[in-house]
């Protein structure tokens, strides 16, 4: 099964909160490059899938910090994910 194939479905991954595509993604067609938000216990991480760039925050300042950060990264990220097992 290929990874678009697999990774394209609409389950997300566990507390992820929000998804964004990046600029990569746009730029492709590969829907899988996004940056996500997940939220776990009382932390707020955003993590990129292209880059593997991160931020990290008190689920207190979530909104002012990691969720604009998430945005405005995949706005402008156009890293393409390391192909899986190289
Ligand atoms: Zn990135």
Redesign the pocket.
């Known amino acids: 099964m290929s990874r678009t194939a697999r990774e394209s479905s609409a389950v997300w991954p566990e507390g992820v909160i929000a998804r964004h595509l ?1 600029k ?1 993604a746009e730029i492709t067609g590969d829907s899988t490059i996004t ?1 996500d938000v997940t939220e776990t216990g009382d932390e707020v991480r955003a993590v ?6 991160d931020r990290l925050n008190s689920i207190a300042y979530s909104n002012v910090t990691v969720v604009p950060w998430a945005r405005a ?2 706005e ?4 393409l994910p390391r192909p899986e097992g190289s």
Do not use: D, K, L, Q
Not at 48 to 53: E, S, T, V, Y
Not at 76 to 79: E, F, L
């Open positions: 990046t990569a940056v990129c899938r292209g880059c593997g760039a990264h995949a402008s990220c156009r890293a």
